[in-house]
């Protein structure tokens, strides 16, 4: 009798089909210790790239789990065109959250950005955990792409980068009145973009030079409403304006 595990679980390199290979220390201590997996025991894996696999439990020992998995087969849970977030990175406690519910929501690049409000620094051992925050999110909601979390970059590179100006419908989130700079042709043309990039400001919001710049680079303003959400809140909701 074969069991079928209803976790799925990550494996951060090709998978060959048939072979038999030991999953990371971090999922056979899920498997063995929340799971209770046994041998036989059916899961699925994916690997990030889009690929998802049936596989089998074949051996089981004290903290080590191997298993030989069939073909993969490409199963795509991504929404239709590229959604990009740019945010300085919320205090430790709130990390988890903005994470987690930008990968629920399909967002496909997170980019970590410095403004002039920042009050977190962002050390490469916080990119790591961010990292693992977006493999556990994945596991949980059926994405077999992984979220790309970029940075830190400065929100002025941002703005004036070449590949937005192209290809995106580009939107900063800002409440106040301002007089637009953007020609009506720029506008026609962000708007008439299929692909997407919102800028989330830090605690306090952008400051007058920041919101001028990206005013000045054709970054429309974009409203979530009329109360003041705290930014990992605001990342979350931008997805579902009305606006975009």
């Known amino acids: 009798l074969i069991r ?10 090709s998978v060959e089909p048939n072979v038999e290979f030991e999953l990371d220390p971090g999922e056979c201590h899920h498997l063995l210790n929340v799971m209770r997996a046994q041998t036989g025991d059916a899961i699925e894996l994916f690997d990030g790239s ?3 696999f049936a596989a089998r439990i074949e051996t ?8 030989i ?3 993969g087969v490409e199963v795509n849970r991504e929404i239709d065109f590229e959604m990009v977030v740019g945010i300085p990175l919320p205090k430790s406690d709130r990390q988890k959250f903005l994470v987690e519910k930008c990968t629920e929501i399909g967002v496909t690049r997170l980019l970590l950005l ?15 955990k961010l990292e ?23 929100l002025i590179d941002v703005i004036q980068d070449p590949e937005f100006k192209k290809d995106y419908c580009r ?7 301002m007089t637009r700079t953007a020609s009506d042709a720029d506008r026609k043309s962000n708007a008439g973009s299929s692909n997407h990039c919102v800028l989330i400001g830090p605690e306090g919001g952008f400051d007058p030079e920041e919101v001028r ?18 930014m990992e809140t605001a990342a979350r909701s931008e997805e579902h304006t009305s606006e975009l």
């Open 4 to 13: 079928l595990m209803s976790h799925r679980f990550f494996v951060n390199h």
């Open 50 to 52: 889009g690929m998802q």
């Open 60 to 67: 089981i020992s004290r903290k080590r789990v191997t298993v």
């Open 69 to 71: 998995a069939d073909p």
């Open 114 to 128: 410095e403004t002039a409000r920042s009050s977190v620094k962002i050390a490469d051992r916080t990119i790591t």
């Open 132 to 154: 693992r925050l977006v493999v556990e999110a994945s596991k949980q909601c059926g994405r077999n792409r992984l979220l790309q979390i970029e940075g830190p970059k400065s």
């Open 171 to 177: 939107k900063f989130a800002h409440t106040a009145p």
């Open 213 to 230: 710049r990206c005013q000045e680079h054709d970054w429309e303003p974009l409203s979530l409403g009329k109360a003041t959400l705290r």
